[in-house]
């Protein structure tokens, strides 16, 4: 009874307890809330203000991040400098000048400016107008990809196209007068067919208005669907371009996990089985840990798909938060690799350590052609050129004449 009792009395005391602590947290709580807020709602305006995930993949690099070599020890104090051979001059000329000014007044995108291309003086200005090579952006400036060596923003949710992008990217063109154009894009993951639509009626648009300009058309695999790789190959260019990027062992490695070696070789052989006449054409990078057995088999893989054009260029670190280099390739690497994908029967090689996919395109590819004619031109339309290379040289001599 008197344990029973007890009990009681204890559970009382213990509720009356619990009564108070409530008291005593709610008259405590409102201002505490009230601290909490403010400090989330300050926190959400210092979130606001500060850098977007744009800033982050943009920021500023210092010349020794940027010259930081992967395989290099962090504890490293030699003086790093650019080696000569890729020092280049700031880009002057009044055919730079006038091409940038069109592309702003028109609202045009260059992955030249993109991605920091250090080219963009000689490609916009060329030995003379006609062989000048600008290479636009489409769909945006904003991919839907993260490639670990790319400067171009990225997001899962890009703005939408401009449906007057293909009308005054043919206006731009022919104003310019330019004799060679590329086209490339951002991937565009999130439509249906990955701008394939887009990209087919901006080179319908460009030849309509300039027949005579060769146009190149540097695409994306478009996740894999052949179906609209055929559609930009179909749409009335000369040259049909998508860039394998370096050797396949590194492919994870380097580029944007949608994206694989053997899709890309899909890619460009379905482009030539669709238009045989096409001339196709693809670039690797150079410093990113690849070997020399690598570089060799992926050469070998090319030409089965009937790949004609390759290009090698040193991979540049654009910003401290991308891939290091792994290491800078000699000149004489670099002329190496041309003999080597000459012998394996490429049309056209371009190998240096400035060299990008699309860096002086036309003009190289013109002065490629012109030598080869001035050689032989038949025997070397019957062993060496294709029909759609002589049609090209026909189109660029009657341009030029």
């Known amino acids: 009874m008197f344990a029973v009792s007890t009990k009681r009395v204890i559970g009382r005391e213990c509720e009356a307890l619990l009564k108070h602590s409530r008291s005593l947290a709610s008259t405590t709580s ?56 890729l020092k280049t001059s700031v880009p002057l000329g009044t055919n730079f000048n006038k091409i940038k000014r069109d592309l702003r007044g028109l609202k045009l995108h260059t992955v030249c400016e993109e991605a920091r291309c250090p080219n963009i003086g000689d490609c916009w200005g060329g030995s003379d107008k006609a062989a000048a090579t600008a290479t636009i952006m489409l769909m945006g400036d904003t991919c839907t990809r993260g490639c670990r060596f790319c400067s171009v923003k990225t997001s899962k949710a890009p703005a939408p196209l401009d449906p007057h992008e293909p009308e005054h990217t043919a206006e731009a063109i022919r104003r310019w007068g330019l004799g060679y154009v590329v086209l490339t894009s951002v991937d565009r993951d999130d439509l249906a067919d990955g701008g394939s639509a887009h990209f087919a009626e901006t080179i319908m648009k460009i030849k309509q208005r300039a027949p005579h300009i060769l146009v190149e058309a540097l695409t994306g695999d478009f996740a894999g669907d ?119 029967g490429f049309l056209y090689v371009a190998s240096g350590p400035l060299v990008r996919s699309s860096y002086k395109a036309g003009e190289k590819f013109i002065e490629n052609v012109l030598k080869k004619r001035g050689k032989d031109i038949r025997k070397v339309t019957e062993e060496g050129l294709g029909q759609s290379e002589k049609e090209l040289l026909d189109k660029t001599l009657e341009t030029r004449a």
């Not at 010349?63 to 030699?78: G, K, V």
């Not at 749409?235 to 049909?240: N, P, Q, R, T």
């Not at 994206?259 to 089985?273: D, M, V, W, Y």
Request: proline share 6%; hydrophobic share 35%; glycine share 2%.
């Open 30 to 85: 409102a201002p505490d809330a009230a601290a909490a807020a403010s400090t989330k709602s300050k926190i959400s305006e210092k979130l606001a203000s500060g850098p977007s995930f744009t800033d982050f993949l943009q920021s500023k690099i210092t010349t020794e991040e940027s010259l930081e070599l992967a395989n290099e020890p962090p504890t490293s104090t030699q003086v790093k400098r650019l080696p000569p051979w």
């Open 226 to 344: 052949l179906t609209q790789t055929a559609r930009v190959a179909q749409s009335g260019l000369d040259v049909y371009a998508h860039n394998i990027e370096t050797v396949e062992e590194l492919t994870p490695f380097v580029r944007d996990r949608r994206a694989t070696f053997r899709q890309s070789l899909r890619a460009l052989e379905h482009a030539k089985k669709t238009v045989p006449t096409l001339i196709t054409k693809t670039s690797m990078m150079l410093g990113v840990g690849e070997n020399d057995e690598q570089v060799l088999a992926a050469l070998k893989e090319l030409r089965k798909v009937n790949v004609d054009v390759v290009t090698f260029g040193q991979y540049m670190r654009p910003t401290k938060k991308h891939m290091k280099v792994h290491e800078y390739v000699t000149p004489e690497k670099f002329t190496h690799w041309q003999k080597v994908a000459e012998e394996l």
